[in-house]
């Protein structure tokens, strides 16, 4: 679906969520090389920047949540294609935080594409905090139970830590490249821009390796709980396989077919057959009791 708004020094066409036609559209009217638009299309796409004869191309990526993936909290690339007077954005999802810029942040071409970079940074910090609450929440129904679900969801949010560091370095490294191009950042206020980018990202970058440390021993401990829980499951079946051992050994000694002591007794041998297995699973509860004290 394309959005043309026409600005005072240049014209912004959103291209969000598009079909073939769209490229179609990409192709010819707007003179996009195809090799660009199989980029565009690519999910994993990597940020960077790249030169061509009429237009450069800034690829992005930014944070969504999409319950279709593997991974809900995961990221997506946003293409800048932009030259003299015109800025074309593309993503293959709707990327909503280009709603959020003001027309004031949009005087210049730089700038608004620094302001893109600069709101994509700050939605990396909230995504954060939001994957942290469900870390805190998973932990505390783990303090409770350890569930298999639980672990899942765990697991999840470490696979969109790796994203998001891949993603807030990558924007990084196009920052840096932007700041190095000739008259990007001309102005006063495309250099305090740069420079409060690049603080959001290297804080996203700084936040996202504490939680994934912080994660990283949440799991460990857990890990631990489960195989000393383990070991005390197996110790219990061992101890009572210890203990259902002696009256065993006892039936199975007089269901021999061989002469028994107190065979013609019934009664005696009944007693004497009951009070020599509780002797012997006595012994054992008293043996496996004593070393849990010890």
Known sequence: MFVTEKLKTFSWVNVGNPDHEDFEKLQDDYKIDEDTISDIL???EQPRIEVEDDYKVIIVRFPI???ETDTQWHTEPLSIIYSTNRVITV???RCDLLD???ANEKSSREE?????IYYIAESYLRCLKELNKRVVASKKNLQQQIRKTELLALLDVENSYT??????KGNLSVLDKLEKVRGFAKT???VELVEDSRIELSQGIEVVTSYTKMLKSIKETFESVINMDSNTYINRLTMWNIILMAPTLVVGYYGMNMTLPFAEEKETATIIFVMIMALLVGYALFVSVR???S
């Open 42 to 44: 690519d999910p994993d």
């Open 65 to 67: 949540v999409n319950r």
């Open 91 to 93: 993503c293959r999802k």
């Open 100 to 102: 959020k810029i003001k």
């Open 112 to 116: 608004f594409i620094l302001n893109i």
């Open 163 to 168: 994203l998001y560091m891949t993603g807030l």
């Open 188 to 190: 006063d206020e495309c």
């Open 291 to 293: 070393k849990r004290i």
